[in-house]
């Protein structure tokens, strides 16, 4: 990218439409796996409220595609396909999703060249998940479980919408009201059903971070939702591991893996892999289990050998399997079992106090 | 596949009941680097601090680490070659053998500390 500077940075001191006025630029943000670019900044309106502003980023790649055209196609229609789900969840009154508060786009004086920026604006938060776990020392149980309750939650009310999140991962869970209540965010790599994005072909559409093995080795599920939802379970699940070890399940897995079957190097078919995987798989477990406060520990353990069984068609709660004529990554049982969990902890705690 | 260096520091961890967090925090270093130094078959680069800070936390001889991690101090690197070349008969030898030359090689060290603290009147009340 050249050094020049582009509309997208140049917001700051801006007023906006409905009483917006932008009022600081955050740091840089790196390039997300959203694949659209983008420039933070805060925005406050006219009756105090204050929001994340997210100006978009259509021209700064421009002079290097060969093909300014058809490299701009992509960017657009990302953005309008997360633009048209953030307004489906709204729409929808999803609680534990972050939606917009306003978007539109303002056009900087005095810059050559295009010079209207798209932006949206969403809640502020007051962090990301991230943030409480670099925080603490050890984990507040409580608080953990709660977040998860959250987590599970807004994936199911996603679900219910025929949309699937895909890129679950702590940076993507953002904390309000005194960082004690969560809520799913970017919905940039979504897939919802009936639609193509950008995105949509790409066996991987989220973080390889955290990606399922099977979409790892490249062994897509044949249906919509064992891919989509699928996905969405396992990382659930991750977030457990992420949560009492800082690191997720993939590369939990992927250290027990002797590097010839890692999915960088290995060559044959992800069934010649599951068991050498599923192996890999059983010690991670036991490991992160080892983190698990002892009264949460058989309830923790069964729900992330469940949620991220490498094997897609067993993935999820055995009593929703298809042959009991169940949808297999329903997470209504999961959103049942984190919540009486979070209220046996914060019950515990207020006892403590 | 966890190298031994790795599975000793679990191991020991565990049966002290330290969490990873706790110890993470205790040494100085992120709950995900001590994930990977317990976990991974590659070992992440462990500083001679870093070993000798987790061998102090969980009770542990530090130069076992350092030869698990497959460090050589760099205090105790080969200067001439003279060193180099006991080093190469040490290895050579069976492991009894090493244990009763190190024992030995021990007290003779020990007694030339205290002839030196002699001459040097180290502890000499008068």
Known sequence: ?????????????????????????????????????????????????????????????????????????????????????LARCRANRLSRVVTPLDDGAVTIPNVPGPSTVQYIIFELAEGDVRTQMARADELDVAWGLRSLHQMAVGLEQLHSINVAHQDLKPSNVLLFDDLKSSKLADLGRAAAKGEEPPHYHLPVAGDCGYAPPELLYAAEPRSWEAKRFGCDAYLLGSMIASLFTTVAMTPLIMMGLASRFHWRKWAGSYEEVLPYVRAAFADAVSYVADEFPTDFKPDLTEALQQLCEPDPSLRGHPKDRPLRGGNSYSLQRYVSKFNLLATMAEFRFVRRK | MPSKLGN???????????????????????????????????????????????????????????????????????????????????????????????????????????????????????
């Open chain 1, 1 to 85: 990218m050249s050094n020049r500077t582009y509309p997208h940075e140049l917001l700051e001191g801006m007023s906006l439409k409905n009483g917006w006025r932008v009022v600081q630029r955050l740091a840089k943000p790196e390039a997300g796996t959203g694949g659209t670019f983008s420039f933070g900044y805060i925005a406050e309106r006219s009756d105090g409220q204050r929001g994340y502003l997210k100006a978009l980023d259509f021209f700064s790649r421009l002079p290097e595609a060969d093909d300014p055209a058809r490299a701009l196609e992509p960017l657009l229609k990302a953005f309008n396909f997360e633009r048209d789900l």
């Open chain 2, 8 to 126: 000793l520091i679990r191991r020991t961890r565990r049966a002290q009941s330290l969490s990873l967090r706790e110890l993470a925090r205790r040494i100085g270093k992120s709950s995900a680097y001590l994930v990977s130094l317990e976990l991974s078959e590659d070992l992440p680069g462990a500083a001679e601090e870093t070993l000798a800070a987790l061998a102090s936390e969980l009770g542990l001889d530090p130069d076992v680490l350092l030869a698990l991690a497959g460090k050589t101090p760099e205090r105790f690197a080969p200067r001439s070659a003279t060193d180099i070349a006991l080093y190469r008969l040490i290895r050579e030898l069976p492991s009894a053998r090493k244990e009763e030359l190190k024992a030995q090689l021990e007290r003779e060290v020990r007694s030339g500390q205290r002839g030196s603290r002699r001459r040097k009147g180290v502890g000499d009340d008068r």
